[in-house]
């Protein structure tokens, strides 16, 4: 059972434009949503996280809006760049507290923007 | 920021021998490290968790006589791939939780991956 439903599998979008992708999950317990970017062979990279108290965070040309009674979150990037161009996963972990690390992952959607 | 290295980042082996991939956080103590394995165009697979001083819990389906996890030090944590062969070939990810800046944040950082090809 996938507790993180993540999509588009893939998107493109014209520079300028805006990016967005969604994920749905199952679990009430999760109490926390990252976003990572990962480059072709590289790790992961923290991009940018929420917890269910606030309905959005931004930094930058990164938002995240979130619906806990949907629950449902989503990245949005504003002003899409070629250098976007990655594979996003969100993910979600539970419990809260420093022990709570595990995340489980979307399947990732392959961002590419074009000139 | 936090930061976690993942050495080696590519390892070429001969079928039959057995490859060590160490992940070390660099400017943090990780109370716990995971490891993934990763297929191309695919999300990370959770292989293993490990906290320090103790042993390794495997996810379901991950051999865990032939991937060997070792949480030795606050800092460092290894994975041995034993008896290698070509199936096991993939791209290899630790993660290390601890480096978050806010009290109880959920904050894992990833180290670059390590590419292991098996001959």
């Known amino acids: 059972q996938q507790q993180v439903k993540q999509s588009p599998q893939s998107l493109i979008v014209q520079k300028g434009g805006i990016s967005i992708i969604n994920c749905a999950y199952e679990n009430t317990a999760f109490d926390y949503f990252p976003w990572y970017q990962q480059f072709p062979g590289k790790g992961p990279a923290l991009l940018i996280a929420i917890r269910p108290d606030v309905s959005e965070k931004k930094e930058g040309r990164f938002t995240i809006s979130f619906n806990k009674s949907a629950k449902q979150f989503s990245l949005h990037i504003m002003d899409s760049q070629p250098g976007d161009s990655a594979t996003y996963f969100c993910a979600a972990s539970r419990g809260g507290g420093a022990g709570s690390y595990q995340l489980t992952f979307g399947k990732g959607t392959k961002l590419s923007v074009i000139p | 920021g936090a930061v976690v290295s993942q050495h080696p980042s590519w390892v070429i082996c001969k079928s039959g021998t057995s490859v060590k991939i160490e992940c070390r956080s660099l400017d943090f103590q990780a109370t716990t490290m995971f490891w993934y394995r990763q297929f191309p165009k695919q999300s990370l697979m959770l292989m293993a968790t490990s906290n320090e001083g103790s042993k390794a819990t495997y996810e379901q389906g991950v051999e865990k006589d032939k991937f060997l996890i070792n949480h030795a030090s606050l800092t460092l944590s290894t994975l041995t791939v034993t008896s290698a062969h070509p199936e096991d070939s993939s791209f290899y990810i630790c993660?290390?939780?601890?480096?978050?800046?806010?009290?109880?944040?959920?904050?894992?950082?990833f180290g670059a991956g390590s590419r292991l090809t098996v001959l």
């Open positions: 993660s290390a939780g601890g480096g978050g800046s806010a009290a109880g944040a959920n904050v894992l950082t």
